[in-house]
């Protein structure tokens, strides 16, 4: 019995979990920090208060539970990983050994060091924790105004976003759409509250198709998005941002959507990284020369066949973990394995309510209520998947 141990329960390492769950020869732990799995994809509609915390997140150990103990998961955070050894340490000073190792602890937000001020004063959304904080700040904001609380009784509220990429639109789309929805039962109230996008780029979705840029940057303007692109970040305090032309935005409260880092693990390990702390992979995904440890989704960078670096979305997180799960499948049996070679095959854009864009294998191209059904049944799908394997578990557990 071989056994493999996977570190991170993101949209890579459960996708490599269930890729190798069907090998009765391999027994498989998944150690995580958190005890529950965050889809990130959703979590523009977490932070606009349209999703709830069970459509976001999904308990770990139930979910371990519903492969019929051939999963175990241990809830500990990874201090370090000895490759010679092939051994990794838990917190709790507890050592596991494995035969494979797959590395798929994710990446956090890139407050970036050189705007001062930005880490203390914005919110994230690659973690669940902060992605809750400006929930609740966000909640709070239109309370209060309904309220008319003093600080807030008179005059515009401004929201700012930091970063026009695909989350950063999403977060504001969707936070415009229930503003907007809000308008029709608490008036002014909701139309004093105005949501800024802010990128450094000269468009927003830099390196996104013309299509979805020219149908989103639409879609956005009539949500009543104000969007500032070219728009270069020098520092935030508490109550303006700063821009490096000398002009200023007052602002309530701000997120942070415009960089990703690899998570605090990878500082330890003596192997090559990028400059934004990602693990630099061979060919076959393998870490360190080491042909028995893999790294899967966004703590390594991935390319194409042709050398160009893939974005660290879920989509590619999953492939990878597919690829990574066949790849050891077949270093057990002593049979030959490619390299990775993988693309992105589509993206669908979250844009308020109802309403999405997408293309699709490069030529078809949607928008409207088509491109939300569409994206709606791929995330149900997903969704669905992770609770039919929980329900798995409970009656396991209750036999």
Not at 13 to 38: M, V
Request: glycine share 8%; hydrophobic share 40%; proline share 1%.
């Amino acid at each position: 019995m071989k056994k493999v141990l996977v570190i991170g329960g993101g949209y890579g390492g459960l996708r490599a979990i269930e890729s190798l769950y069907k090998y009765d020869d391999i027994a498989i732990t998944l150690i995580d920090k958190n005890p529950f799995h965050y889809l990130q994809t959703e979590a523009y509609g977490y932070i606009a208060g349209r999703f709830d915390v069970h459509e976001v997140a999904i308990d770990l150990k139930n979910w371990c539970e519903g492969f019929k103990e051939r999963v175990t998961f241990v809830h500990s955070e990874v201090t370090s990983v000895d490759f010679e050894e092939k051994m990794v340490s838990l917190m709790d000073e507890e050592k596991l050994q494995y035969d494979y190792l797959i590395i798929a602890t994710g990446a956090k937000t890139h407050f970036f060091s050189f705007i001062e001020g930005l880490r203390e004063n914005s919110f994230g959304v690659k973690s669940l924790e902060r992605a809750h904080n400006f929930r609740v700040a966000f909640e709070d904001l239109i309370y209060k105004k309904l309220r008319h609380e003093e600080a807030y009784k008179d005059g515009e509220l401004n929201i700012a976003v930091g970063g026009a990429g695909l989350s950063g639109v999403e977060v504001a789309a969707e936070m415009a759409y229930v503003l907007e929805t809000y308008s029709k039962t608490i008036g002014d109230t909701a139309k004093e509250i105005h949501i800024y996008l802010i990128d450094a780029s000269e468009t927003i979705l830099p390196g996104m198709g013309k299509y979805s840029i020219e149908k989103t940057h639409k879609r956005l303007e009539s949500l009543g998005v104000k969007i500032l692109t070219g728009a270069f970040i020098n520092s935030v305090d508490e109550s303006h941002i700063f821009f490096k032309n000398g002009e200023k935005l007052h602002y309530n409260f701000m997120i942070f959507t415009g960089g990703i880092k690899a998570s605090e693990l990878n500082y330890d390990m003596q192997t090559q990284k990028n400059d934004i702390n990602q693990l630099i992979a061979s060919e076959e995904l393998n870490v360190q020369g080491h042909k028995e440890v893999f790294a899967i989704g966004d703590c390594v960078e991935i390319k194409d066949n042709e050398g160009n670096v893939l974005p660290p979305t879920a989509q590619i997180a999953e492939k990878s973990a597919e690829y990574v799960a066949k790849t050891i499948r077949k270093r057990i049996d002593g049979v030959r394995s490619e390299a990775f070679d993988a693309d992105v095959q589509g993206i669908f854009i979250a844009l308020g309510g109802k309403y999405a864009v997408g293309e699709v294998f490069k030529f078809i191209k949607v928008k409207g209520y088509v491109a939300y059904l569409l994206k709606k049944a791929i995330t149900h799908a997903y969704y669905l998947g992770l609770r039919l394997r929980i329900n798995t578990g409970f009656k396991n557990r209750i036999r």
